[in-house]
């Protein structure tokens, strides 16, 4: 087999081969000419990682570190402790996460908490006026439009963007603006009469 001088003496050509290699591997992976720390941190995973998020929830400026993937029920439950928006089926589909943004009934589930920047968001919570509750919600209570309670919230975001629009709903307007929220304990008719009551007053 031919040989490959060097300063210190005649080397093989697969003994040379096999150092160059894994010469150049350690370098490739950070061993060689960063060292053993450098390693450690090179295998974390990379990413984003969290980022400052700005909310305006029920009038008040709240600063958040969040993931950019974050939802905004997410932030609003884990981050803000405000539970009365209650997270269900996380598709969109039961409405229970429903708060308002701008005036406007929204998914909380489908809506990243990033893109809720610079907007006004309601929640249940921002409702009530310490222990006095509003129409809608003494309507909820005087007609006992309420069972479990899991869809309720988001019953009432969606017909408090009705009634602020509309104040005097209409029976088939009311129908339209909850048919995305789902009560699966049969407490519908009772709802309907209580939105019906609210749009009377």
Known sequence: MSKIKSGKGKVSRRKFLKTAGMAGGAAAVGLLAK????????AQPQGP??????????????????EPRGTLVEALRDHLRLTGTKRVCDHGECGACTVLINGRAVCSCMTLAVDAQGKKIV????????KVLTRLQKAFVDHDALQCGFCTPGMIMSLKALL???PRATAQQIKAAIAGNYCRCGALPNILKAANAAARV
């Open 35 to 42: 060292g053993p720390a450098r390693a450690a941190t090179r």
């Open 49 to 66: 990682g969290r980022v400052e998020v700005r909310l305006n929830v029920n009038g008040r400026e709240r600063v958040l570190k969040l």
């Open 123 to 130: 929640t249940i919570e921002g409702l009530a006026q310490g």
């Open 164 to 166: 602020d629009q509309h």
